[in-house]
């Protein structure tokens, strides 16, 4: 099961519809349901709550307003962890191939 703290994309009819933080997970009074509040990771932010059952919301499909919705947890890469500094010589020459793309273009 997905944990407070995860990423989960959201999928709209199979379309992929928006990334959402779980930041709370609550037992509903019925067996096997949860409160989900999430932080809708969008302009503006915005933070939803669903009812969801505990298969919802580790993948499986569900319909909203007779709309198919399922979310799926994200995992970023694995990258290797690197101890101490970095080697100076190898940086530098790894960097001298390196192309700058800026985000804003100056004036």
Do not use: C
């Not at 999430?38 to 915005?46: D, E, G, M, S």
């Amino acid at each position: 099961m997905v944990a407070i703290g995860d990423i989960v994309l959201v999928y709209y009819e199979d379309e992929p519809a928006f990334f959402a933080r779980i930041e709370d997970l609550t037992p509903d009074r019925k067996p096997k349901w949860f409160h989900v509040k999430l932080l809708v990771l969008q302009i503006p932010v915005i933070e939803i709550v669903w009812i969801l059952r505990e298969e919802y919301i580790n993948g499986t499909s569900f319909t909203m307003e007779g709309h198919t919705i399922r979310m799926e947890l994200v995992v970023g890469p694995q990258e290797p962890v690197q101890h101490g500094l970095p080697d100076e010589k190898k940086s530098k020459k790894e960097d001298a191939g390196g192309k700058v793309i800026p985000l804003f273009k100056g004036k």
